[in-house]
């Protein structure tokens, strides 16, 4: 099998291209794509910690602290103490970053749009299931532990 035809070497390819036109759109909208995923995370889940947002972002706890500062600098964010847990800070969206996201979300929209232009219905959802097995397959083994907050 040659390179370009490996599986990986194609989900790479594509990503590569993804997070390029991503990046493009939301430098556009002021918006870095770390901070894209952390204002998507917080509209699913608000009261996420910064180790919690971190690991949804795909950085390192510290490059989150430098999003974090940024974010409420910009009051697109607020932090406050979890009540059982006061050293730990949960993070939610003012109504201004839910309005940033909304702004950069249907920016991401149009881009994941043309990427799957070449796709009917069918064919979309082909994909999703498609990759999510790949990514469940991939997984390691971890016990039911509850992640902390």
């Not at 409420?72 to 847990?85: C, D, L, N, V, Y």
Request: charged share 20%.
């Amino acid at each position: 099998m040659e390179t370009t035809d490996r599986p990986g070497y194609l989900i790479k390819q594509a990503q590569l291209a993804l997070n390029a036109q991503m990046s493009r759109v939301l430098h556009e909208q002021g918006v870095t794509l770390s901070q894209f995923a952390v204002l998507t995370a917080l509209a699913d889940e608000p009261g996420l910690s910064n180790a919690q947002l971190a690991r949804r972002a795909f950085i390192t706890p510290q490059s989150m602290n430098e999003n974090l500062r940024e974010l409420e600098g910009r009051t697109w964010i607020r932090r406050h103490p979890h009540p059982a847990h006061a050293r730990i800070l949960q993070i939610e969206l003012t109504d201004e970053g839910h309005a940033t996201l909304q702004a950069c979300d249907a920016a991401v929209t149009v881009i994941e749009q043309q990427m799957l232009a070449g796709l009917d219905s069918g064919q979309r959802r082909d994909l999703v299931a498609a990759l999510r097995s790949c990514i469940a397959a991939l997984k390691p083994a971890q016990p039911d532990a509850p992640e902390a907050p």
